[in-house]
Structure formats: C-alpha cells, structure tokens
C-alpha cells in the first residue's frame, strides 16, 4: 500500500499508520503495549457496558433517555468487542505472518459501530433538549427513540461507505471523500451538542428561578394569610361581644314579665360566644367548630395543596437537572477523546490538498488518538458517579451474580 493510501483512517482501529511507514525501531515494544492497551479495552469495556445494558435493559417502563442510553451502550459495547481487530492486527506483528483477510469484515464492522455511537452522542443532545425544553410537546417517546438508534447506525454505515469502497480498491478520490466525511459528521455533532445544551442550560435556570419566585410568593401568602387571620378573628370576637351585649339588653326588658325564657336566652348568648371564640383555630369534626363564612378560604392548612404542587415541581427540575448533567458530561468526554483524531484527520486531509507536513507530525497526532477508545469504556464510571441509583441498581446485579 502507497503512502497516499495509507493515510486512510477513518478510525484509530485500523493502526496502518499514517502517511509513512512506522519506523522498525521499538517495533515490538510498541506492539505489546497495543496489546495491553486492547486487552483493557476490551476487559473494561465489555463489562461496563453490559452492566449498563442489564441495568437499564431491566427496567419495566423505559423512558426515550433510557433507549437512547441503551444503545449508545450497545454501540459501545460492539466497539469494544471487535478491538479483537486489534489484537489480532498486533499479534500478527509480533509473529511475523499475515493479517487474515476477513478481519477487514471486522474492521468495517467495528467503524459502523464507532460511527453509530458518534451519531447517537449528538441524538441524546437532542432529546435532552426535547425533554426540557418541550415538556409538553414532546418529539421522541421510546418508540421513536428506537428509530433513531436504528437510523443512526444506518447513517453509520452510509459514512462508511467510501471507507468501504477504499479498503477493496484504494483511490486518492475515496480517501479524501472518506476524511472528508468524517470531519462534516464530527462538525454536525459538535453543532447539536453545543446548540442543544445551550437552550437546556438556559431553560433549566428559568426554571429555577421560577420556582425560587413561586416559593418566596409562598412564604409571603403564608404570612399574609395568618395575619388576616389573626385580624378575622379579632373580628369575630368583637362582632360576639356586639351580639351578647344586645341580647343582655333584651334579657333585661324581659326579666319584669318572664324571668325562665330570659335565663335560656343568657345561655344561648354564651353559646353564641363561645362559637366564635374558637373559630380561629382550625379543628377536625369531631365535635369542635369550623370557621364560618369565606374564612376558611385564608387557612394556612388550605394552602397546602399548592405547596404540594409546587414541590414536584423542584423535583422534576432537580432529576432533569442531575440526568442533563449526566449526559452531558459523557458528551465532554466524547468531544475531548475524540478531538486528537479529528484534528488528525483535519490534518492529514490538509495534507491530502497539497499541505507541506512534516511526517512526523501525522506519527505523534496518529498516537495520540487511542485516546477514541476511552469514550468507549469510561461511560459506566460516569453513570455510576453522577447516578445513585444506577450505582445501587449495580450493586444489585453483582450481588445476583455471586455464587453463594
């Protein structure tokens, strides 16, 4: 293979090197360190990512987030799987014999799947995005989050397209058309994740400062509400010592004629003080008097409902807060181990233009993009930082899969 055509890349898995040939010199040190870098891979990737499948695969009601982070697991989990590639790329340096031909099955494969996972990273951008800026208009419910899993590992295997056709005859035009395809696939998910972590961000403390105004209104109501109570019942109180000192009055003109119905109406007139008297504190049914009239309306107790209102409010603000969070910190660790190899490829296409670059350029920025796998792997760790349930949710699987 010429030096033009061994500038293709697509990714980091294909270690043909870059637009040189690697230099004999450390050849089989270099190569037992891939192979432990692999084997690592592949050790932790497999079972992170199959703990997050078991997880959240078992959940009776899922969600589109969780679809979506489903299978950015199974994407990850396929990537990790076939860095058998790899090993067995390295294994054939250190024996000295030929590569078998349908690794380059495997090679293609495990790009579709690398692929697949860039696309759904810039998919879940979107749904963060659907779900806290459009809570009542909603887009994507599992059904369609499904879909587009699937039609991000169709877009996939379009991009691979011209990788495809180079691997099986090697052209400057499908080299270029491959690199070329990768930069504007990487520009667009950039693009997503910046525009729709903008809005959620900037939605996310709308909300809290609304809800920070809905409970300082409430505290403010609650403290009106009692003084108005207080002033209702002082009220009260005025308007019964009013009402017993007529009756008195009206005791008196009949006490010449009548003295019995007289002494009834004095006990009636304290059952009428009485009654108010206690209406300014609330009590059950079970003998005690209820405020009379619109007073109830000012009750400290009636506000309640609203108070129960607001609360799930700051709740589903706080879960979307500490999901969004979440996700969007496994976008930050896509972007940055994933940027080494874009600029690579930036490069190495520059160079494809007619670029004077220095070949040893293009050794130490090829190196440094094993940094792609990591995005791969460190995903698990992330879910288990951020979320408590799914470290007991863990928890819980281990515990299931010990022996005794």
């Not at 500038?7 to 040189?20: I, K, N």
């Not at 994407?75 to 790329?89: K, Q, T």
């Not at 190899?341 to 050794?363: C, M, P, R, S, T």
């Not at 992330?382 to 299931?400: A, M, P, Q």
Request: glycine content about 4%; some cysteine; proline content about 5%.
């Amino acid at each position: 293979m010429d030096n033009a055509s061994s500038l293709v890349l697509p990714t980091a898995p294909t270690d043909y090197g870059p637009a040189l040939s690697r230099p004999d010199v450390g050849m089989t040190i270099n190569s037992i360190l891939k192979i432990i870098f692999y084997t690592s891979v592949m050790l932790l990737g497999i079972s992170g990512n199959s703990l997050i499948l078991r997880v959240y695969g078992s959940k009776p009601q899922k969600t589109s987030t969780h679809v979506f982070i489903l299978g950015l697991a199974w994407f990850d989990l396929m990537v990790c799987i076939h860095r058998v590639y790899n090993l067995g790329f390295f294994a054939v340096i250190l024996l000295g014999r030929k590569l078998p031909s349908f690794f380059k099955a495997i090679e293609i494969a495990s790009l579709i799947n690398v692929y697949a996972s860039v696309i759904v990273t810039g998919a879940i951008a979107v749904e963060r995005y659907d779900c806290v800026c459009r809570p009542r208009r909603r887009l994507l419910n599992p059904r369609r989050a499904k879909l587009v899993v699937l039609g991000s590992w169709l877009a996939a295997a379009a991009v691979c397209v011209p990788f495809t056709i180079n691997k099986i005859s090697s052209s400057l035009t499908a080299t270029k058309t491959s690199l070329t395809f990768q930069l504007v696939l990487f520009m667009a998910v950039l693009l997503v994740i910046a525009v729709c972590y903008g809005k959620v961000y900037q939605t996310i403390r709308k909300h809290l400062k609304i809800n920070a105004f809905r409970s300082q209104g409430l505290r403010t109501n609650r403290s009106a509400d009692a003084n108005t109570t207080t002033r209702r019942g002082n009220n009260s109180i005025g308007t019964s010592i009013n009402t017993l000192a007529a009756q008195i009055s009206t005791d008196t003109e009949r006490v010449s004629g009548r003295l019995q119905p007289s002494s009834s109406n004095t006990t009636l007139a304290v059952a009428v003080v009485a009654g108010p008297s206690t209406s300014t504190t609330p009590t059950d049914a079970a003998g005690d008097l209820q405020p009379v009239g619109r007073d109830d309306e000012h009750q400290p107790a009636i506000l309640q409902p609203q108070a129960a209102r607001d609360i799930p409010n700051d709740r589903t603000v706080t879960l979307q807060q500490k999901t969004t969070r979440m996700l969007f910190i496994t976008s930050v660790v896509f972007l940055i181990t994933w940027l080494p190899y874009w600029l690579y490829v930036a490069v190495a296409l520059h160079k494809y233009n007619g670029a004077d670059i220095d070949d040893n350029v293009l050794v130490v920025m090829y190196n440094c993009t094993l940094f792609v796998y990591i995005n791969n792997v460190v995903n698990p760790l992330i879910y288990g930082l951020s979320n408590r349930r799914f470290r007991k949710d863990c928890f819980e699987v281990l515990r299931k899969l010990k022996p005794f």
